[in-house]
């Protein structure tokens, strides 16, 4: 299935992106809306907006050294496959810390944690249809857009639905079009780095924090629409080993920039699994 379809939903700001920072109108407020008005003149209200400057991340790869000797010796083109391995690290970091960034810091009205509430296994609840059917209340009751809706499953949880929910296995994968099939309005996918929470205080721990024996991992929802995402310049910084005549080596690195946030503290959910 699409592992990261939920990252390709988010709208991209990258025309706004200069000297990789990325300038946008920060939204002060909603206008009021006035229903059947007898009451004039209309009293004036302000709706101020100001210049929000974000810089973007940063994200670069370590170099990694290749000898003429190695180059000599195989029969694969080796620098090849080095580049590629940098990029994909870069990128596999880049949508890890994405998914962080987008999903609640802690349970509010705007943006709810929840607990599952299944049977016990394996020293966790596991997640129930009911849960998901909670998830979807609370979005409802936010107002968040219906449309493209989207939760993304940790391994826990997708392994729950598929051992646990005859219906869920039955439609989970979509041959025709190669992804899974909606549930409750959701656009689901699957990613095995989703954040970890606090089971007790529902709080998000920090990015790149080892979880605790009172954390575990949470499936996250959002919307797209409520989400942004941008990227910047890409370098590569090469050399070649004529230029490294002690240790006649080719070293090769890669410097790239990329956020992803949302526009504002809303539109988020998370189900965390519950400890036994």
Known sequence: PDTLGWYNKIRAFDQYVENDVIHFVNIGGDPTVLVNNTSYPLAIEELPDGDKAISLDKYQTKPTQITDDELYAITYDKMATVIERHKEA????????????????????????????????????????????????????????????????????????????????????????????????????????????????????????????????????????????????????????????QTQANLINFRTYSICLPLKDEAMGAIVSAKA
């Open 90 to 245: 870069i990128a596999e970091k880049k949508y890890s810390r994405a998914i962080h960034a987008i999903s609640p810091t802690g349970n509010t009205t705007a943006t709810p944690v929840i607990l599952t509430t299944g049977a016990v296994s394996d020293g966790r609840k596991i997640v129930t249809r009911e849960d998901l059917i909670k998830l979807k209340k609370l979005f409802d009751k936010n107002k968040v857009p219906k449309a493209d809706r989207i939760l993304v499953l940790c391994s826990d949880h997708i392994a729950d639905l598929l051992q646990n929910d005859q219906k869920f296995a039955a439609q989970y994968y979509n041959e025709t079009t190669g992804k899974i099939n909606k549930l409750y309005g959701f656009e689901i996918y699957e990613y095995d780095d989703c954040p970890y929470y606090n089971t007790s205080t529902l709080q998000k721990l920090a990015f790149g924090a080892v979880p605790a024996a009172t954390d575990m991992q949470a499936s996250i929802a959002f919307s797209p629409v409520r989400m942004m995402k941008a990227n910047g310049s890409v370098k590569v910084y090469a050399s070649e080993a004529r230029t490294n005549p």
